[in-house]
């Protein structure tokens, strides 16, 4: 059984950066991935980027793809995600998400946490 929590997110101007962390809890993380998944104000949640958890395999979808990382702590149990250039179509809640497989809406996930919120505006 994990538990994430999620933590790093708050409010920031166009352009700015934030990075956001995922600690994982209650025992070896044994899922195949570690993922992000957001959802904005009135819109369906959707994925950001996925690392594999043992070869670190990175994948971004096309919202972030070019301006954020993500990256993972494997003896610590933390995943990151760093997104640059920021904007207000980035505003939204953040949840960290952890399971073997997941499609682009998060189903499949089986671990999430309880999500960060991100506000981008002047």
């Known amino acids: 059984q994990v538990q994430l929590v999620e933590s790093g997110g708050g409010s920031v101007q166009p352009g700015g950066s934030l990075r956001l962390s995922c600690q994982a809890s209650g025992g070896t993380f044994d899922s195949a991935v570690m993922a992000w998944y957001r959802q904005a104000p009135d819109k369906e949640r959707e994925r950001v980027a996925t690392i594999s958890w043992t070869a670190g395999t990175k994948f971004y979808d096309d919202s972030v793809k070019g301006r954020s990382t993500i990256s993972r702590d494997n003896a610590n149990n933390i995943g990151y995600l760093e997104m640059n250039n920021l904007t207000p179509a980035d505003t939204a809640v953040y949840y960290c998400?952890?399971?073997?497989?997941?499609?682009?809406?998060?189903?499949?996930?089986?671990?999430w946490g309880k999500g960060t919120l991100v506000t981008v505006s002047a």
């Open positions: 998400a952890a399971g073997d497989y997941g499609d682009f809406r998060g189903a499949g996930m089986r671990y």
